[in-house]
Structure formats: C-alpha cells, structure tokens
C-alpha cells in the first residue's frame, strides 16, 4: 500500500505544479518550459502508472475482498487509463509544442491540468468510500 500511495504522490504532483510552470514560462523563462515536460515525462507518466499496477497488486492480494466486478474499482481503472491516454496523448505533445514556442498550446496544458486534479479528486473518493462495496 505505501509503494502504492507514494506513487500516486509522486505522480500527481507535476498537475498541481503546471499552472505554476507555466506562468513562469509564459513570462519568458525558458527552463519553466523544461521543467515542466521533464516532471510530465520522468514523474507524472511513470508515478500514475506505476500507481495503477500497484494498485492491481493491492487488488489481488485482498484475498478476494476487492474484485474487478464492484463498480467503484472498475471506474477507478477506466479513470486510470483515461489518464495516462490523456497525459501520452494530449499533454505531452502540447508540452513539448509550448515549450517550443506554439503559446496556443498552454489552453491545451492547462485544460489536460484540470482534468487532472478532477479525476484526483474522483479517483480518492473512490478509494476512500468504495462506493457499493
């Protein structure tokens, strides 16, 4: 459980830095720019994916207590793969774009920044409450 959790920190916390980053970026400072695709590249993508196969593992050896069959643990999956198409998909690609000089693409970094934190927030209450359980 602590890899688990440990995993989830260290991959959520490039979102709550992206609006930080890029207000630096957008006021000229070009190291914001690389910091914020290399949080994305080497903590957000391999902490949020790690978070799920740990997860799994959790889910595994719960000696049949959680299965793949409760609503709330196959909505906290579809949200998890949501996220990393969204992050590999969308967010990476506009990063490097921003950081290359295409300021149209900060809406696209900042949007993909809040559907972070939302499906945060609805992946924690599905951990914590197990709704249906």
Same mark, same amino acid.
């Given at each position: 459980?602590?890899?688990?959790?440990?995993?989830?920190?260290?991959?959520?916390?490039?979102?709550?830095?992206?609006?930080?980053?890029l207000r630096?970026?957008?006021?000229?400072?070009?190291?914001?720019?690389?910091s914020l695709e290399s949080s994305v590249l080497r903590l957000s993508l391999p902490g949020i994916g790690l978070a799920g196969v740990f997860g799994?593992?959790?889910?595994?050896?719960?000696?049949?207590?959680?299965?793949m069959s409760q609503a709330w643990l196959s909505i906290?999956?579809?949200?998890?793969?949501?996220?990393?198409?969204l992050i590999v998909v969308v967010e990476r690609p506009a990063i490097k774009a921003y950081a290359s000089g295409n300021t149209a693409a900060r809406g696209k970094v900042m949007a993909i920044a809040g559907v972070t934190h939302?499906?945060?927030?609805? $992946?924690?209450?599905? $951990?914590i409450f197990k709704p249906g359980l």
């Open positions: 459980m602590l890899l688990h959790i440990l995993a989830v920190v260290i991959g959520f916390a490039p979102a709550w830095l992206t609006p930080f980053l630096l970026a957008n006021n000229g400072d070009k190291n914001a720019a690389a799994f593992g959790l889910a595994g050896m719960s000696d049949k207590t959680y299965k906290a999956v579809a949200l998890w793969l949501i996220l990393l198409v939302l499906i945060l927030v609805a $992946m924690l209450y599905l $951990m």
